[in-house]
């Protein structure tokens, strides 16, 4: 492009533009005018989703980089648009999604006098992200918007704010020329593989007689699903997945032992404490993963594959680090792998998956009588979408069925707040899916309680006309506190109950079509009726109103310490 | 046995940034998560153009200070962050003392106190004079006691430490010009 004077708003745009931003989500507002009257030239090129609320917005973005791997990017205003997205820039950083957020600014010659929407949004956001700039001047855009999109989609991916000042977007840049940003000299984003740890874990992965491995997001983000099962069936390692490590694997693949942590399988949360070599592969040791850090996996010795320093050793201390991206580091380490077999270690996980069964599985999901139950509907969305939609969930009860009760088989198919356990992610997340996948089938478990939290966005998708089917598992309770209320709280349901709106009334109003079963005889019909076209769907299903998410490891406590229908599972 | 990494000592962290705005309080905000105050602080231009020094002391376990070191260093204008104990360094903290003219004379002469202390004089008029000493922290500190208990401080500042490895290290010019050797190329065009 050859260089001309272009508005410091329209230089961002040719600036996000020459990063491959072809869609964006926000909201107006008088801090940032001067840029979304610079966008208006370019709706042709770009594929701008007004919101209905920032926070909306953010999620959105979320859900877009999420299923696209692409920086998700989400222009709002200042001050309370500015504060409203907060929630979603601290989501973005603990589950590491690339994010560049643009946030309005009062000019210069107001910063630090209290103006009218004027907020410290360097200062709010420097702990949340992994960078946070503000823009005084029109000749930093180029800079800064090549510095922040390589910030945020490089070595452990996360959002990054600039804060654009009112000046800086109507002021004049003389030469303007888009940049490119490749290094930085104060980042290192990924190490080159050190050798010598690679053959130190390759050698004891090979000595090893009941390894297990813990598969994270990290495999996702670094696109090395391949890379992977290449890597356990070569040493034939079986495998447990945290929360957002769900889908990386197929949920047929042989090794695929189940879900770890607190809602987890039971089988991987026991063989956590009985391996000899623990391999954790793009994933942080999170809380709700290991539970108490003081009984967790101590026989083991302990590989850690990860992409950030700052990890290894944080939680768990590793034995073998293995820093870098897990697309170059793990077939170095399948490279000096020996072929082998553990027939009787895998076997052995088969008991645990039976109790499981027998137990929890079977209840759950093919129940004889009463109310419908949550984990019956998601196995049988499940079913009915073959397996392959796109499932996006909100948080709580909603969630951890959805991810123990989901069968995907393909990668990134699964979309949820992990780190920050954000109610209200679940609609707008599931719209930037939607839009970052058109041609799958998103569907979203929500619900009744985070539903209303970003209910709003419902316009949204009336205006986009965006094909989310919405499942809201409706219980008439915040069920995940009421579930720690019955089992640790004597049962006292404070402030838990819930007096629930005619969610088919509200989705009527948006144009959006609607059903709602209370019965078990009639939820295959409505299910096939929502997933019939590509058209927004919501279906409201009243489940049981008491029902509880097991097996559970209460917070705190050893991950053998698994409880199901209130006693501890012995075996 | 006892686990050294969970006893609490004195840590020296020397942090080299950018010198980008808010940059202290990105590296502040870390010690306050993990709880931890900072006993001092300096910050200052280093010997490389563009690239300031902070120097913290924070009184703390071994464990802890290596995740907080990595947090440091974790940041995107952070260069490199490191931390030290006493033994590896040498430091020095510089104090001044604001006395009463009148009272100094009460000791007898000046030269005592300039002797005896091993002060240096910076301002002498009718009502006080400044003294001030270099030396570590227990120094400047028995100096301050023993002044406080015969004729009195009147003011009192202290600076935070400034600190300087002993071992030949690695100089921070020669590290960023191999920096991008270290670094693997990604492939994120989208």
């Known amino acids: 492009m050859k260089t001309t004077q272009l508005s410091g708003a329209h230089a961002f745009i040719h600036s996000i533009m020459h990063e491959g931003t072809d869609t964006i989500f926000g909201y107006p507002g008088g801090a940032i005018i001067p840029v979304f009257d610079a966008l208006y030239d370019y709706f042709d090129k770009i594929h701008y989703v007004l919101g209905r609320h920032e926070q909306g917005s953010i999620h959105a973005a979320q859900g877009y980089a999420r299923i696209s791997g692409k920086v998700g990017v989400c222009i709002v205003t200042s001050g309370p648009a500015a504060t409203n997205v907060i929630t979603g820039i601290g989501d973005a950083m603990l589950d590491s999604t690339p994010l560049v957020v643009i946030t309005g600014q009062v000019g210069t010659n107001l910063l630090g006098t209290d103006a009218f929407q004027e907020i410290d949004v360097v200062g709010i956001t420097q702990p949340i992200t992994k960078w946070s700039y503000q823009i005084r001047r029109p000749e930093e855009i180029a800079w800064a918007v090549a510095r922040a999109f390589y910030i945020a989609r490089s070595g452990r991916k996360g959002p990054v704010v600039l804060d654009f000042t009112k000046n800086a977007q109507t002021g004049l840049v003389k030469h303007y020329q888009p940049e490119k940003c490749t290094f930085i000299r104060s980042y290192v984003p990924v190490l080159k593989p050190n050798i010598q740890k690679i053959e130190e874990a390759a050698q004891l992965i090979n000595q090893a007689k009941k390894p297990f491995a813990l598969i994270g997001q990290g495999v996702a983000l670094g696109n090395a699903e391949e890379e992977l099962q290449e890597f356990l069936t070569k040493a034939d390692i079986p495998a447990g997945w945290t929360l957002l490590g769900e889908s990386v694997m197929p949920s047929d693949f042989p090794l695929n032992k189940g879900m770890l942590g607190m809602h987890g399988n039971i089988a991987p949360n026991l063989k956590t404490n009985e391996c000899d070599v623990l391999i954790a592969i793009g994933m942080r040791f999170d809380d709700r993963v290991t539970g108490d850090l003081s009984t967790y996996a101590k026989q083991a010795k302990v590989i850690h594959f990860d992409i950030d320093a700052a990890e290894i050793g944080k939680n768990i201390p590793a034995d073998v680090p293995i820093l870098g991206n897990v697309k170059t580091t793990l077939p170095l380490v399948t490279k000096l792998l020996n072929k082998n077999t553990h027939t009787e270690w895998i076997a052995s996980f088969e008991e645990a998956e039976q109790k499981e069964k027998e137990l929890v599985i079977d209840y759950e999901i093919h129940p004889k009588n009463g109310a419908i139950k949550m984990g019956e509907t998601i196995a049988k969305i499940s079913e009915a979408t073959r397996h392959e939609a796109v499932v996006v969930t909100d948080v709580g009860q909603n969630q951890m069925m959805a991810a123990r009760y989901s069968k995907f088989t393909q990668p990134k198919s699964f979309i949820t707040s992990g780190g920050l356990g954000t109610m209200g992610f679940g609609v707008p997340a599931a719209i930037g899916a939607k839009i970052g996948a058109p041609d799958r089938t998103v569907v979203l478990f929500v619900g009744d309680g985070g539903f209303q939290m970003t209910m709003q966005e419902l316009g949204t998708i009336m205006q986009e006309k965006i094909g989310v089917k919405i499942v809201i598992l409706n219980n008439n309770y915040l069920g995940m506190v009421r579930q720690w209320q019955e089992l640790f709280h004597a049962k006292r349901y404070s402030s838990t109950p819930m007096q629930n709106p005619d969610f088919v009334a509200i989705a009527k109003a948006y144009g959006i079509k609607s059903e709602r079963v209370s019965e078990r005889s009639k939820l295959d019909t409505a299910i096939d009726t929502m997933l019939a076209n590509d058209e927004p769907y919501l279906l409201v299903v009243d489940v049981e109103e008491s029902g509880l998410v097991y097996p559970m490891i209460p917070a705190g406590t050893c991950v053998t310490n698994i409880i199901v229908n209130g006693e501890k599972i012995k075996l | ?190």
């Open chain 2, 1 to 190: 046995m006892k686990d050294s990494t969970l006893e609490k000592r004195l840590y020296t962290v020397t942090v080299f940034s950018e010198n980008t705005p808010g940059l202290l309080n990105q590296i502040t905000i870390i010690f306050t998560r993990r709880q931890l105050n900072i006993e001092t602080l300096s910050v200052s231009p280093s010997a490389l153009k563009g690239i300031h020094k902070f120097t913290i002391t924070v009184e703390t376990t071994r464990d802890i200070i290596e995740k907080v070191v990595k947090q440091i260093d974790k940041r995107i204008d952070v260069l490199k962050a490191y931390y030290n104990v006493d033994e590896e360094l040498v430091s020095q903290e510089i104090a001044l003392y604001k006395l009463s003219t009148e009272k100094v004379m009460e000791m007898g002469s000046v030269e005592s106190l300039i002797r005896r202390y091993n002060v240096r004089i910076l301002e002498i008029n009718s009502s006080c004079i400044v003294v001030e000493k270099t030396g570590l922290y227990e120094d400047t500190q028995n100096l301050f006691d023993e002044l406080s208990q015969t004729i009195g401080v009147l003011q009192f500042i202290r600076s935070g430490r400034v600190a300087i490895t002993k071992g030949k290290v690695e100089r921070l010019s020669d590290m960023l010009a191999s920096r991008a050797a270290m670094i693997e190329d990604e492939d994120i065009e989208n």
